[in-house]
């Protein structure tokens, strides 16, 4: 009952503590993928790192190699 309770209570402190001595920059969840052109972080496409927007741009270019405007 209340003895759990309490120990529940130390342990969460603690590892709380561990947790916040990390370096900030080190955790996983931080990393955002961003545009390499315009360093917009959402809606970037993982296999060209670039946005939507960018990537809209460079098809109608025909800049990407094997990407083109559908048609039917």
Do not use: D, M
Request: charged fraction near 30%.
């Amino acid at each position: 009952g209340r003895q759990r309770k309490f120990h529940v209570y130390c342990n969460r402190y603690e590892y709380f503590f561990k947790l916040s001595k990390l370096p900030r920059n080190s955790s996983k969840t931080r990393v955002r993928n961003r545009c390499i052109f315009t360093g917009r972080p959402r809606s970037v496409y993982k296999l060209f790192r670039i946005s939507r927007i960018v990537f809209r741009e460079l098809a109608s270019k025909g800049s990407l190699i094997g990407i083109n405007k559908s048609c039917w």
